[in-house]
């Protein structure tokens, strides 16, 4: 049984540029929430995508935007790449019970912008 | 919004010793989850404790829930250098499976 997968692994991009990441949820799971983890902080909430539509939102610009495919697959693009956006990039997938599920973390896609 | 903190944000330890971190969030929390990452890792889910006042253990690790469901901790007694990573807390946002993190303690773990 798979894990949380993501893809690519590793990333470059320069200033201005767009990016799509790829995550593929456990098997099971319906709910894909994505965060952003700076060096040495907690990981940061983005977006929660359920039934192929963006269900909640964290503090993240117009700039980062999310979808979920029928197999519930889904993807982050980040549009006009900042320097600051580079960060480790996780999908977290869980089944939709309730607050609090646990999230099933993917290992992550490192964005660096130059 | 909700906010988690953690202290302390860095500790070193002689292997052998014990270890503790503290979480507070802003809210009172529905249930309180522990991650482990380690270095160049991604979070690993530990335990999720939902009661007031739970108490668990896992091997040399004990998490404990406060009373308010506001506060928690993590001790692991008689550190070994596979304990080596970072751990957070994470309590959920109210509605959906989100979580917000605290900023995590870094613990290090000298032979």
């Known amino acids: 049984d798979a894990g949380v997968t993501q893809s690519p692994t590793h990333l470059i991009k320069t200033r201005g540029q767009q990016v799509t990441l790829r995550c593929s949820p456990k098997s099971g799971h319906d709910t894909v929430s994505w965060y952003q983890q700076a060096l040495g902080q907690g990981p940061q909430f983005i977006f929660q995508y359920y039934e192929e539509e963006e269900r909640q939102r964290g503090n993240f610009p117009d700039r980062f935007s999310g979808h979920q495919f029928p197999n519930y697959s889904s993807e982050l693009n980040v549009n006009a790449l900042l320097l600051g956006d580079s960060a480790l990039y996780l999908c977290?997938?869980?089944?939709?019970?309730?607050?609090?599920?646990?999230?099933?973390f993917g290992p992550g896609t490192r964005l660096t912008v130059l | 919004g909700q906010q988690v903190m953690q202290i302390p944000q860095y500790q070193h330890v002689q292997e052998g010793e014990d270890f503790t971190t503290y979480c507070n969030s802003s809210?009172?929390?529905?249930?309180i989850q522990w991650y482990k990452q380690r270095p160049g890792g991604h979070p690993v889910f530990l335990i999720q404790l939902v009661k007031s006042g739970e108490v668990k253990k896992q091997k040399r690790l004990t998490f404990q829930f406060g009373e308010a469901k506001k506060n928690s901790s993590l001790h692991i007694t008689a550190t070994q250098t596979t304990d080596v990573g970072t751990y957070f807390c994470?309590?959920?946002?109210?509605?959906?499976?989100?979580?917000?993190f605290g900023k995590g303690t870094m613990l290090l773990v000298s032979p």
């Open positions: 994470a309590g959920p946002d109210s509605g959906y499976s989100t979580l917000t």
């Open positions: 977290a997938s869980s089944q939709t019970r309730g607050a609090g599920d646990t999230q099933y």
């Open positions: 809210t009172t929390l529905s249930n």
